[in-house]
Protein backbone atom coordinates (compact mmCIF):
# COMPACT_ATOMS: atom_id res chain seq x y z
CA UNK A 1 0.00 0.00 0.00
CA UNK A 2 1.34 3.89 -0.34
CA UNK A 3 1.13 6.67 1.58
CA UNK A 4 -0.12 9.86 0.52
CA UNK A 5 3.10 10.57 -0.71
CA UNK A 6 2.74 8.21 -3.59
CA UNK A 7 5.41 5.26 -2.68
CA UNK A 8 5.49 1.82 -0.83
CA UNK A 9 5.84 2.09 3.32
CA UNK A 10 7.28 -1.06 3.80
CA UNK A 11 7.47 -0.92 7.56
CA UNK A 12 3.65 -0.26 7.64
CA UNK A 13 2.99 -2.97 5.42
CA UNK A 14 5.77 -5.50 5.68
CA UNK A 15 3.95 -8.37 7.81
CA UNK A 16 5.61 -10.62 10.32
CA UNK A 17 5.28 -13.53 12.09
CA UNK A 18 4.20 -11.51 15.65
CA UNK A 19 1.86 -9.89 13.38
CA UNK A 20 -1.98 -10.34 15.32
CA UNK A 21 -3.85 -11.77 12.58
CA UNK A 22 -1.16 -14.24 11.18
CA UNK A 23 -0.99 -15.22 15.30
CA UNK A 24 -4.56 -15.84 14.91
CA UNK A 25 -4.32 -17.31 11.64
CA UNK A 26 -1.90 -19.78 12.74
CA UNK A 27 -3.68 -20.71 15.66
CA UNK A 28 -6.70 -21.59 13.70
CA UNK A 29 -4.82 -23.67 11.37
CA UNK A 30 -3.55 -25.80 14.91
CA UNK A 31 -6.62 -26.24 16.16
CA UNK A 32 -8.26 -27.50 12.90
CA UNK A 33 -5.15 -29.86 12.13
CA UNK A 34 -5.83 -31.03 15.86
CA UNK A 35 -9.50 -31.14 14.94
CA UNK A 36 -8.69 -33.73 11.87
CA UNK A 37 -6.27 -35.66 13.47
CA UNK A 38 -9.07 -36.79 16.46
CA UNK A 39 -11.72 -37.43 14.38
CA UNK A 40 -9.70 -39.52 11.59
CA UNK A 41 -8.55 -41.66 15.09
CA UNK A 42 -11.89 -41.84 16.14
CA UNK A 43 -13.14 -42.72 12.69
CA UNK A 44 -12.65 -46.34 11.24
CA UNK A 45 -13.41 -47.13 7.64
CA UNK A 46 -16.51 -48.90 6.53
CA UNK A 47 -16.79 -52.22 4.35
CA UNK A 48 -20.00 -52.22 2.95
CA UNK A 49 -21.33 -49.99 5.67
CA UNK A 50 -19.87 -51.96 8.41
CA UNK A 51 -17.00 -51.10 10.87
CA UNK A 52 -14.50 -53.66 12.26
CA UNK A 53 -12.35 -53.53 15.15
CA UNK A 54 -9.20 -55.62 15.76
CA UNK A 55 -8.40 -57.43 19.40
CA UNK A 56 -6.65 -54.57 20.62
CA UNK A 57 -9.38 -52.03 19.83
CA UNK A 58 -11.90 -54.04 20.90
CA UNK A 59 -10.36 -55.12 23.96
CA UNK A 60 -9.84 -51.40 25.26
CA UNK A 61 -13.47 -50.39 24.37
CA UNK A 62 -14.85 -52.82 26.98
CA UNK A 63 -12.31 -53.04 29.57
CA UNK A 64 -11.09 -56.65 29.35
CA UNK A 65 -8.12 -58.34 28.56
CA UNK A 66 -7.44 -59.34 24.89
CA UNK A 67 -7.16 -62.90 26.54
CA UNK A 68 -10.87 -62.59 27.66
CA UNK A 69 -11.97 -61.82 23.63
CA UNK A 70 -9.92 -65.52 23.12
CA UNK A 71 -11.84 -67.20 25.47
CA UNK A 72 -14.37 -66.04 24.47
CA UNK A 73 -14.24 -66.72 20.85
CA UNK A 74 -12.76 -70.37 21.76
CA UNK A 75 -16.54 -70.02 23.99
CA UNK A 76 -18.58 -69.53 20.67
CA UNK A 77 -19.59 -66.50 23.08
CA UNK A 78 -18.58 -63.66 20.57
CA UNK A 79 -18.28 -63.58 16.78
CA UNK A 80 -15.31 -62.94 14.47
CA UNK A 81 -13.39 -63.08 11.47
CA UNK A 82 -9.92 -64.33 11.11
CA UNK A 83 -8.07 -62.41 7.96
CA UNK A 84 -4.49 -62.39 7.21
CA UNK A 85 -3.75 -63.65 10.52
CA UNK A 86 -6.15 -60.78 12.46
CA UNK A 87 -8.91 -61.03 14.41
CA UNK A 88 -11.40 -58.78 13.42
CA UNK A 89 -15.36 -58.31 14.73
CA UNK A 90 -17.84 -56.19 13.40
CA UNK A 91 -19.19 -53.81 15.43
CA UNK A 92 -22.72 -54.69 15.12
CA UNK A 93 -22.46 -57.76 16.20
CA UNK A 94 -20.55 -55.97 19.27
CA UNK A 95 -23.93 -54.19 20.14
CA UNK A 96 -26.37 -57.02 19.07
CA UNK A 97 -23.87 -59.28 22.30
CA UNK A 98 -23.96 -56.55 24.26
CA UNK A 99 -27.93 -55.96 23.72
CA UNK A 100 -28.36 -59.18 24.31
CA UNK A 101 -26.28 -59.21 28.01
CA UNK A 102 -27.94 -56.22 29.00
CA UNK A 103 -30.23 -56.64 32.33
CA UNK A 104 -32.49 -54.42 33.23
CA UNK A 105 -32.52 -52.93 37.12
CA UNK A 106 -35.38 -54.96 38.62
CA UNK A 107 -35.63 -52.60 41.30
CA UNK A 108 -36.65 -48.94 40.79
CA UNK A 109 -34.59 -46.48 42.98
Given amino acids: MGNKYGYWDF ?6 K ?3 RII ?4 SLDKM ?6 MMKNTKPTLNGERYLTDKELSER ?15 RISYCYLGGKVLYRE ?4 KM ?8 YREQ
Fill in 11 to 16: ESDLIT
Fill in 18 to 20: RNP
Fill in 24 to 27: AFFT
Fill in 33 to 38: LQGLEQ
Fill in 62 to 76: LKISRRTLQDYRDEG
Fill in 92 to 95: SDIQ
Fill in 98 to 105: LDASYRKA
